[in-house]
């Protein structure tokens, strides 16, 4: 048994660390205690729209730039959790996290081929790290750029340094680029902030880079101009596949996306902030890329800058004077600082302000290269590395597994203060039913975003799936233009007013705009307030009727 133990203790510490931190987030997400924002709410909305109409998209939520539309993936892609819970929000969530889990294991899988020690390293990190903490805990196609960008990472490196041989398949190297294309494509549907930078980059490290043994052998041998156009191709309708939706869109309406996008990119417009100085990118930058580094790791935060430094010395050292085929990782390791390095180049060419949500997924290349760093260390002959990294694995996983679970038991497991959180909103909806007493009812929302749309998804799924019916109107105000279409396809199960015309109101305090906050209830003026109850996550629900004569 100990020698069995001893044999497989790689794939039993991935198997352990996969287990319990898929546990930790499924547990931070119980009980519906998870952020549902417009941007959620508003996704739910189209995806109730496509299901129930039964309505196909060319193009999916909108971005940063108002105009500009990401591609449909992200819709189709969380077609299959939405209609499995019935338009229930934790579905999409523990979609996403079981998506995080298996780009790991997927990522695992490549490495193992070709560097064991290297695959379990980088999968603890990528499963322990902060930010897969922190993005798995409410659905958002930003969030999930991480764990796109390790898919990208798993299809980069199984095209360009695993060998067929070593899946013991006959697949065509071109093939592997074919899937490395459509992954590219894909991600820049889900985020293409960041996701913009992933065809561009395999399409530069094709021309650059012979790892395979094949390409190699052809390169030695003068390989021919069709065999590299015929790489090219493969690469590029992967990509263009990805991208046909939006070229049809585009196409009807006279190219609006691209010259929007353009004119943001080129400091035309104003709708991502100011244009700011180079000096100005350089600092925004910098402060940008060490808030990335200090939650790449649970480690304490005063020391991972060093060990990032330490690496970044180490790596130089082998490239510039060291002998690179003494270590057989080098490739990977290149791999990871090439990426990193072309995305500091095309961020200072961005005119703009870095958003957080922007980078999120350049995690996964930073964990890469630490995870090297740590393998580098580890396959030397000295015990004292093999000490240093066993030490410092093991104070990562047990500074992340505590921090977790600090974090579960005392913020997960406890009431949240946020209006937005979707247990509190559907706290509102259960107020709102239990005093209408089974009578049709009109409600109408204020939130500090305007558009209603996370109400006025959970009142189609949770007021139908809990009490049997829905309201009469919902909006975030009477008679508006319609904002969300089809309503009389998808509002279907109505109950009538009745004698009573009750009329609920549910206020998120709008911190910000009072005043417009309370220009909102002016509308409801000629209603006499007959019932409220204010909740301690800064919203209230208010119950009008008409007033008497």
Request: proline share 5%; aromatic share 18%; glycine share 6%.
């Amino acid at each position: 048994m100990l020698s069995l133990l001893k044999k497989n203790i790689s794939l039993i510490l991935f198997l352990v660390i996969l287990l319990s931190s898929s546990v930790l987030k499924i547990m931070e997400v119980s009980h519906n205690n998870f952020p549902f924002t417009t941007d959620q709410g508003r996704d739910m909305v189209d995806m109730r729209h496509m299901v129930v109409t039964h309505s196909p998209r060319l193009v999916g939520p909108t971005t940063s730039i108002n105009g500009v539309l990401l591609g449909p993936f992200w819709y189709y892609f969380n077609l299959i959790p939405f209609v499995a819970g019935g338009g229930d929000p934790s579905f999409l969530v523990y979609w996403q996290i079981l998506w995080y889990q298996l780009s790991v294991v997927a990522l695992w899988f490549v490495l193992k081929k070709n560097h064991s020690s290297l695959a379990v390293i980088v999968s603890v990190l990528l499963f322990l790290m902060p930010t897969g903490f922190n993005t798995a805990r409410y659905f958002w196609n930003a969030n999930s750029m991480v764990f796109f960008t390790t898919l990208y990472f798993a299809a980069l490196i199984f095209a360009f340094h695993v060998s067929p041989s070593k899946l013991k398949t006959n697949t065509p190297a071109p093939i592997t680029l074919l899937v490395l294309g459509l992954v590219s494509g894909i991600s820049m549907q889900i985020e293409a902030a960041f996701g913009i930078l992933f065809f561009p980059f395999a399409l530069l490290y094709l021309l650059t880079c012979h790892s395979r043994p094949e390409w190699a052998e052809g390169a030695r041998k003068g390989e021919s101009i069709k065999f590299k156009i015929k790489k090219l191709i493969y690469l590029t309708t992967g990509f263009g596949l990805t991208l046909l939706p939006q070229v049809l869109f585009e196409f009807k309406h006279g190219y609006i996306m691209t010259k929007i996008l353009l004119g943001e990119f080129f400091g035309q417009g104003t709708m991502l902030g100011e244009k700011i100085t180079f000096a100005e990118k350089l600092t925004q930058r910098w402060e940008h890329f060490q808030l990335l580094i200090i939650r790449s790791t649970h480690l304490p935060p005063n020391y991972v800058p060093y060990l990032y430094t330490v690496s970044l010395a180490l790596f130089l050292y082998i490239i510039i004077a060291a002998k690179k085929s003494k270590f057989k990782e080098i490739k990977i390791w290149s791999l990871s600082f090439w990426f990193i390095l072309f995305s500091a180049v095309f961020y200072l060419l961005f005119p703009q302000k870095l958003k957080e949500w922007y980078t999120l997924g350049l995690s996964v290349p930073i964990v890469l290269f630490f995870g090297c760093f740590l393998n580098y260390l580890w396959e030397r002959k000295a015990h004292i590395f093999k000490f240093f990294v066993g030490l410092l694995v093991g104070m990562l996983i047990y500074y992340s597994l505590k921090s977790q679970w600090d974090y579960t038991r005392d913020v997960a497991w406890k009431p949240s203060d946020d209006r937005s959180n979707l247990q509190n909103e559907i706290a509102a909806l259960d107020w709102v039913y239990q005093n209408a007493e089974g009578n049709g009812f009109k409600v109408y929302s204020y939130l500090p975003s305007v558009y209603d749309f996370p109400y006025n998804h959970l009142f189609w799924w949770y007021g139908n799936q809990k009490y049997g019916y829905e309201p009469i109107e919902t909006a975030y105000l009477p008679d508006q233009p319609e904002y969300i279409r089809d309503v009389d396809k998808i509002w279907t199960n109505k109950r009538d007013l009745g004698s009573k015309n009750l009329t609920f109101l549910i206020i998120e305090e709008d911190m910000d705009m009072p005043i417009r906050m309370q220009a909102w209830l002016g509308n409801f003026s000629k209603l006499c307030l007959l019932k409220e109850q204010v909740f301690f996550w800064h919203a209230s629900v208010r119950l009008l009727v008409p007033c008497p004569k």
